[in-house]
């Protein structure tokens, strides 16, 4: 009985929904937005299309869930490569050559010649206690008082000469350098190394003899690609630095060929 009298009551409760939901509202019919408006009430829930979430996605989830640009990363590569350039060790470096070009590229060609005699030494000697500092000191000397300030002029003597930076230019720089600037620093490495060890004028030319031509030899098959890098992409203000970065290895090689024993002369 009682389930009986429950189905009828919901039967007449949908009915009267129904009728209440299609039927227009007593009173004014002129007014469609009222009857638009129920009216709606079903067909917004069965129907619409979910509206878009007023929900604000902070930039770091943003970031997170889409994953960095290339923009954005070249941005903050930009930004913290020109940070360093303003306020770091290159900042500076790049400061006190143009502050002091011949101090500052001297003392950096005689910075690379030591860590270059001291590789050389430690490459050949059995044992890191035999280093040979006056030897190292020599080197040092060398690279601060001959091979630096040579660097500074030789290379805005080339630019002056050859401003263009194009690929002829380019060989003919490389030409330059092969054939007059190199062979005149080895020769000028070798006698003042010799003339410091204490080496009379004919060991310092049966020297040259021995070993100059190996060594220019052995610079050809390596510095034309360090001088075309150098002349072909590198600023002015930079190329003694470029440079001397290339000698490293360079130098130890040099090294090595200075220390060899003297030439002995046979007298008449």
């Known amino acids: 009985m ?13 009915r009267l929904l129904l009728h209440h939901l299609r039927a227009p509202p007593s009173g004014d019919l002129s007014k469609p937005s009222m009857w638009h408006a129920r009216a709606y009430v079903r067909s917004h829930l069965l129907t619409s299309k979910p509206r878009k979430s007023s929900l604000r ?22 930004a913290s490569t020109s940070s360093f350039l303003r306020n770091g060790f290159v900042g500076w470096y790049l400061g ?12 950096t060609a005689a910075a690379i010649f030591a860590a270059a005699d001291i590789s050389s030494q430690i490459t050949t000697l059995t044992s890191p206690d035999n280093l040979d500092l006056v030897r190292t000191l020599r080197m040092a000397g060398y690279g601060m008082i001959i091979l630096g300030p040579s660097l500074h002029f030789w290379f805005n003597f080339v630019a002056r000469i050859l401003p263009k930076q194009d ?9 330059l350098g092969q054939t007059t600037y190199g062979p005149l620093m080895t020769a000028a490495f070798f006698s003042v190394n010799a003339v410091l060890q ?61 220390s060899l ?8």
Not at 96 to 107: D, F, G, N, Q
Not at 199 to 224: N, Q, S
Not at 225 to 239: A, H
Request: with cysteine; proline share 6%; aromatic share 12%.
């Open 167 to 175: 690929m002829i230019t380019t060989l003919k720089k490389m030409f």
């Open 57 to 78: 996605v902070s930039p770091t989830v943003s970031f997170l869930l889409s994953g960095p640009s290339a923009s954005t990363i070249a941005a903050a590569s930009s």
């Open 198 to 258: 204490g080496e009379t004028r004919g060991e310092i030319f049966a020297r040259l003899k021995r070993d100059m031509i190996p060594t220019v030899k052995r610079g050809f098959m390596y510095w034309p690609v360090c001088d075309f890098i150098t002349f072909k992409f590198v600023p002015v203000l930079l190329q003694p630095l470029v440079c001397n970065s290339f000698s490293f290895l360079w130098t130890i090689y040099l090294t090595y060929m200075a």
């Open 96 to 107: 006190m050559i143009e502050a002091r070009p011949v101090l500052t590229k001297s003392l």
């Open 2 to 14: 009682s389930g009986l009298f429950l189905n009828n009551g919901s039967r007449c409760a949908h």
């Open 261 to 268: 024993q003297k030439v002995s002369i046979q007298k008449n």
